[in-house]
């Protein structure tokens, strides 16, 4: 098991970048895939992005592509979200969530992800 905590949540404008990270504790964060997760008011939680823990390659949900980067410093044991161009429809609470197996089509499965943070605020205001 390891511990996330997330970090970087805030109040900001449209067009606003914002810097999300997942500090992680345990000496194993290298042998997990890390990916964000996302959920609006009145929504169901959706993925955003993943990164796998030894290919280091990356997934996006449609709407963040271009716009959102992900990554990760094993040496930190820390992974980030780099959101850029922010819109109003992005307002939600960030989640940074591991898991330690999987290929990586299952790097978008909310379900396949067994450790999770609590969870920052991201709102976008107009």
Known sequence: ???????????????????LS???SGRTFSSYDMGWFRQAPGKDREFVAAIHRTSGA????????????????????????????????DTAIYYCAGKRAGLLATLRMMGRYDNWGQGTQVTVSS
């Open 1 to 19: 098991q390891v511990q996330l905590v997330e970090s970087g949540g805030r109040l900001v404008q449209v067009g606003d970048s914002l810097r």
């Open 22 to 24: 997942c500090a992680a």
């Open 58 to 89: 990356t997934v996006y949900v449609d709407s963040v592509k271009g716009r959102f980067t992900i990554s990760r410093d094993n040496a930190k044991s820390a992974a980030y979200l780099q959101m850029n161009s922010l819109k109003p429809e």
